[in-house]
């Protein structure tokens, strides 16, 4: 029998997530929406093909591309090696020392002198599988930061952008709300990238602005430090541990009763309640209630 060779093309599968951007209208679209960076030092995580990198090249000061895939990486190594202003780093963006990367570099600080990081803008398709580990990686070292400008899966942009009281908001949205301002720019079909993945896609603007200070945290060493994961970041993972619980059981394990007990009053915040309804403000006046409460005992 004569074997039969199939004319069909094969469909090209995502490795370790990918999911290419493919449309020329949206990628000037998002790189648009990133604004002005010719003054600036532009942050791409996941280039893949680099559609959004040959645009950025072109107007970006200095383009940084982190590109996990050895076979990519190397791919845009070749392409962009004429451009002086383009640096490509295989590496896993959750792995990336930004210190080393963007802060103050040996032999070169002067004493006496406050080092004042360059602001970089960030902009990126995130692979959906770990989105909220890269977002959270980026606030936790938010003082590097100006703008993240990310694509992500409609939902996942539906967290973080969530109000309390909504059955969206938790940890992301809170970790989120608290290093920067959400905005939900556009969304994306489908058919916009190679191969198509089964969800839309919506692009997320982030604007820095931490609001430690704003509510109170500069106390915690941690906020001292540009970076809030200790102390109220810990708390509020206490606080939306699991969501079905109220706050007094999630919290209750790691106060004491009365001191748990007064800190929720003076915050105005009722034991039954879900970390899911208090605004920022209150989580962050509950959370000062018992820092407080604790520094006088």
Not at 261 to 267: G, I, K, N, S, V
Not at 282 to 292: I, T
């Amino acid at each position: 029998m004569p074997k039969v060779v199939s004319t069909r093309r094969p469909q090209l599968k995502p490795k370790l997530g990918q999911h290419f951007l493919a449309s020329d209208s949206f990628a000037l679209q998002i790189v648009d929406a990133l604004g002005d960076v010719s003054e600036n030092t532009v942050l791409e995580i996941g280039p893949g093909r680099g559609m959004l990198t040959a645009l950025l090249a072109k107007r970006a000061r200095r383009l940084i591309a982190v590109e996990l895939d050895r076979v990519l990486a190397a791919q845009l190594r070749l392409r962009f090696g004429m451009f002086s202003n383009v640096e490509v780093i295989e590496a896993d963006i959750l792995s990336v020392d930004f210190d080393s990367l963007f802060g103050p570099k040996p032999g070169l600080r002067r004493p006496g002198i406050e080092f004042r990081p360059e602001p970089v803008k960030v902009i990126g398709n995130l692979p959906y599988y770990i989105t909220s580990d890269i977002l959270l990686r980026l606030f936790d070292y938010s003082k590097y930061f100006e703008t993240v400008l990310v694509l992500v899966q409609r939902e996942v942009a539906d967290r973080v952008a969530a109000k309390p009281g909504s059955s969206d908001y938790g940890l992301l949205s809170a970790t989120a709300q608290l290093h920067a301002r959400v905005e939900k720019l556009f969304t994306l079909p489908p058919g916009a990238f190679a191969p198509p993945p089964k969800v839309h896609s919506t692009v997320l603007r982030l604007d820095i602005a931490p609001r430690a200070h704003e509510l109170g945290l500069d106390r915690d060493g941690a906020a001292r430090n540009g970076s809030t994961k200790d102390g109220f970041i810990e708390f509020l993972k206490l606080s939306f541990g699991q969501k079905r619980k109220t706050l007094w059981n999630n919290l209750k394990s790691n106060y004491p009763e009365s001191r748990l007990r007064a800190a929720l009053a003076e915050a105005g915040v009722k034991p039954a309640a879900r970390a899911e309804t208090l605004s920022l403000e209150e989580s962050a006046a509950l959370y000062r209630g018992l820092r407080d409460h604790h520094d006088r005992s």
